[in-house]
């Protein structure tokens, strides 16, 4: 199952055999798990300073909130288990005013990774605590090799100042003589820049990014229909192939998302999802969430005692019980986008325009 996948470094005696037993109960289907979860996602804010226009976001009216660092330290019991922490949302993570403290503290967790995906703005200023508070793992969201292209589809960055910065995060990075961060880029494929992919590739190679990896468009706004890539199979055939050979040429790791129509998951909503079994989401309204591509509130997380029983509530059994069956998964399961378990055969996985696709963030009794 692909979605039981997590970036690999050394793992405790504690963590490898919690690994071990959720594999086995997330194969077996069970709901009452004995295992932690595997990996832990804190959406730290819903603020961004970028205005993209592909993002969802801007489909949408919500109130922004900032996760409370309580919430992150509340989940202390299940965090010695954890494999990883990712820092990602619906909005830029590293704007969270406590980011430095939350790294810090995530710290004493020994063989913990931790992880952002980042729009690359706030580098300089947080370049300190990545290396302090051993930050594994930074992806840079960038959507063109050509600053004109970038820069017109994510609003409020520029091509130049993110590749300066993460330049400066490299030669610092080697400086120190550490093996962290690690870093890709991440492009979101669409008809006015899937033709720069090849050279996304090029650049990493120029400035010592080893991966890049590449994501469908979402449409999440009827304005943006005209740059999907859905029906698209031969031009993403083509730069696909492209892309591939010369990743192969620099010795650069891509990732790259199904072709349309050569799915595995065939006719089924979405590919088998391990998600309620590895992971534990939490929004930055400090409600539980199936997955970031998902419009479901489970619970409010301040209703509980704690984590622990969070992760084997009444709402999470339910979603092992219904995420993977085709006659009892909710709607957002149905028509899910996420890129990992997307079935890229179904117009679905690419629009979701008209449909309830991201959660309206409310007022948790934690905040």
């Given at each position: 199952?692909?979605?039981?996948?997590?970036?690999?470094?050394?793992?405790?005696?504690?963590?490898?055999?919690?690994?071990?037993?959720?594999?086995?109960?997330?194969?077996?289907?069970?709901?009452?798990?004995?295992?932690?979860?595997?990996?832990?996602?804190?959406?730290?804010?819903?603020?961004?300073?970028?205005?993209?226009?592909?993002?969802?976001?801007?489909?949408?009216?919500?109130?922004?909130?900032?996760?409370?660092?309580?919430?992150?330290?509340?989940?202390?019991?299940?965090?010695?288990?954890?494999?990883?922490?990712?820092?990602?949302?619906?909005?830029?993570?590293?704007?969270?005013?406590?980011?430095?403290?939350?790294?810090?503290?995530?710290?004493?967790?020994?063989?913990?990774?931790?992880?952002?995906?980042?729009?690359?703005?706030?580098?300089?200023?947080?370049?300190?605590?990545?290396?302090?508070?051993?930050?594994?793992?930074?992806?840079?969201?960038?959507?063109?090799?050509?600053?004109g292209t970038n820069d017109s589809i994510r609003k409020g960055g520029d091509l130049k100042r993110e590749l300066r910065s993460i330049r400066k995060l490299?030669?610092?990075?080697?400086?120190?003589?550490?093996?962290?961060?690690?870093?890709?880029?991440?492009?979101?494929?669409?008809?006015?820049?899937?033709?720069?992919?090849?050279?996304?590739?090029?650049?990493?190679?120029?400035?010592?990014?080893?991966?890049?990896?590449?994501?469908?468009?979402?449409?999440?706004?009827?304005?943006?229909?005209?740059?999907?890539?859905?029906?698209?199979?031969?031009?993403?055939?083509?730069?696909?192939?492209?892309?591939?050979?010369?990743?192969?040429?620099?010795?650069?790791?891509?990732?790259?998302?199904?072709?349309?129509?050569?799915?595995?998951?065939?006719?089924?909503?979405?590919?088998?999802?391990?998600?309620?079994?590895?992971?534990?989401?939490?929004?930055?309204?400090?409600?539980?969430?199936?997955?970031?591509?998902?419009?479901?509130?489970?619970?409010?997380?301040?209703?509980?005692?704690?984590?622990?029983?969070?992760?084997?509530?009444?709402?999470?059994?339910?979603?092992?019980?219904?995420?993977?069956?085709?006659?009892?998964?909710?709607?957002?399961?149905?028509?899910?986008?996420?890129?990992?378990?997307?079935?890229?055969?179904?117009?679905?996985?690419?629009?979701?325009?008209?449909?309830?696709?991201?959660?309206?963030?409310?007022?948790?009794?934690?905040?």
């Amino acid at each position: 199952m692909k979605t039981e996948r997590l970036f690999k470094t050394p793992l405790s005696d504690k963590q490898a055999r919690n690994s071990e037993l959720n594999h086995i109960e997330c194969n077996e289907g069970r709901t009452l798990l004995e295992s932690c979860p595997r990996r832990i996602v804190f959406e730290l804010t819903n603020k961004c300073n970028f205005q993209c226009i592909m993002c969802g976001r801007e489909a949408v009216s919500f109130k922004t909130r900032d996760l409370p660092a309580a919430v992150v330290k509340a989940c202390s019991p299940l965090l010695p288990f954890a494999e990883e922490v990712t820092l990602h949302g619906w909005g830029e993570g590293t704007l969270h005013p406590e980011l430095a403290g939350i790294l810090e503290y995530l710290n004493t967790f020994k063989l913990l990774r931790k992880y952002f995906v980042t729009n690359g703005s706030t580098l300089p200023r947080i370049t300190q605590a990545i290396f302090a508070h051993h930050v594994d793992l930074v992806a840079l969201s960038l959507d063109g090799a050509a600053p004109g292209t970038n820069d017109s589809i994510r609003k409020g960055g520029d091509l130049k100042r993110e590749l300066r910065s993460i330049r400066k995060l490299l030669e610092e990075k080697e400086r120190r003589g550490l093996d962290y961060p690690y870093v890709n880029f991440v492009f979101t494929a669409m008809k006015r820049n899937i033709m720069e992919l090849p050279d996304m590739v090029s650049l990493a190679h120029s400035i010592g990014v080893p991966e890049v990896k590449a994501v469908y468009l979402t449409i999440f706004n009827e304005s943006m229909a005209h740059e999907s890539l859905l029906d698209m199979q031969g031009l993403v055939r083509e730069v696909f192939t492209e892309a591939r050979e010369r990743a192969a040429k620099f010795n650069i790791k891509i990732k790259l998302p199904d072709i349309q129509g050569e799915c595995d998951a065939g006719a089924l909503s979405h590919k088998p999802c391990a998600f309620p079994w590895r992971d534990l989401y939490i929004g930055s309204d400090a409600y539980l969430r199936p997955c970031q591509s998902s419009a479901e509130k489970l619970l409010d997380t301040a209703l509980f005692s704690g984590f622990e029983e969070v992760w084997n509530s009444d709402e999470m059994q339910r979603l092992r019980a219904r995420v993977n069956d085709e006659a009892l998964m909710s709607v957002n399961c149905r028509h899910c986008y996420h890129s990992s378990c997307a079935n890229w055969n179904l117009k679905t996985s690419f629009f979701q325009a008209g449909r309830e696709f991201a959660p309206e963030w409310g007022q948790s009794k934690a905040l």
